[in-house]
């Protein structure tokens, strides 16, 4: 079992940056695959980014590559992501997921997941 909980969302301007926190919590973190995915009012949860168990992997969506970065420091249990250039199409509740099976794209691939935390970018 694990617990993840998200952090670091707010209210940013347009071209501004916002650093998101998953804090993880329970056994064997460093086993699983993490990812981000946001959800949008009225849109479905699409996937953001990832990061394998190790870090060597980091697969973006393309509408954030380049701008949002996912790291992990599992001696913290925790994951990473940094985003920059924030534009008002980056605003929705973002997600914390974990995946003891590797690297998913999809929602139903994940496990675990957290409460949310809203990022709302204003133009």
């Known amino acids: 079992q694990v617990q993840l909980v998200e952090s670091g969302g707010g209210l940013v301007q347009a071209g501004g940056s916002l650093r998101l926190s998953c804090a993880a919590s329970g056994r064997a973190f460093s086993s699983y695959a993490m990812g981000w995915f946001r959800q949008a009012p009225g849109k479905e949860r699409e996937f953001v980014a990832a990061?394998?168990?190790?870090?060597?992997?980091?697969p973006y969506a393309d509408s954030v590559k380049g701008r949002f970065t996912i790291s992990r420091d599992n001696a913290k249990n925790m994951v990473y992501l940094q985003m920059n250039s924030l534009k008002p199409e980056d605003t929705a509740v973002y997600y914390c997921?974990?995946?003891?099976?590797?690297?998913?794209?999809?929602?139903?691939?994940?496990?675990?997941w957290g409460q949310g935390t809203q990022v709302t970018v204003s133009s």
């Open positions: 990061i394998s168990s190790s870090g060597g992997s980091t």
């Open positions: 997921a974990a995946d003891r099976t590797g690297l998913g794209y999809v929602p139903p691939h994940y496990d675990y």
